[in-house]
């Protein structure tokens, strides 16, 4: 059984940081795809970033340069750091996973296997 868990989420003002982590149990990080994703009020998903086995990694234009996504296979956990955040950055931010190697195609698509239940993030200007 896969779950993962998210955290580190919370409220900071324009300009701060956060770091997001994202437990997870029943698949290895190393062999899979990683992603956040994130869902605003009355917007779509979007999916945020990618990272497989910490060799590819994938930004959405939005973020690149502000956020960097991480993982540590001996806790089998992926983290978000979040620079510079923007009030735009306000969204439900979810950790999700896929047993495959399309990883960028998948975040496009928001076809992701393995979901967890998000953490919100709040950006006050």
């Known amino acids: 059984q896969v779950q993962l868990v998210e955290s580190g989420g919370g409220s900071v003002q324009a300009g701060g940081s956060l770091r997001l982590s994202c437990s997870v149990s029943g698949v290895s990080v190393a062999s899979v795809c990683m992603a956040w994703f994130r869902q605003a009020p009355d917007k779509g998903r979007e999916g945020v970033a990618v990272?497989?086995?910490?060799?590819?990694?994938y930004y959405t234009d939005a973020v690149k340069g502000r956020f960097t996504i991480s993982q540590d296979n001996a806790r089998n956990t992926v983290y978000l750091q979040m620079d510079k955040l923007q009030p735009d950055d306000t969204a439900m931010y979810l950790c999700?996973?896929?047993?495959?190697?399309?990883?960028?195609?998948?975040?496009?698509?928001?076809?992701?296997?393995?979901w967890g239940q998000g953490t919100q993030v709040t950006v006050s200007s």
């Open positions: 990272i497989r086995n910490t060799e590819y990694t």
């Open positions: 999700a996973a896929a047993d495959s190697r399309l990883c960028r195609a998948l975040l496009v698509r928001g076809e992701y296997d393995y």
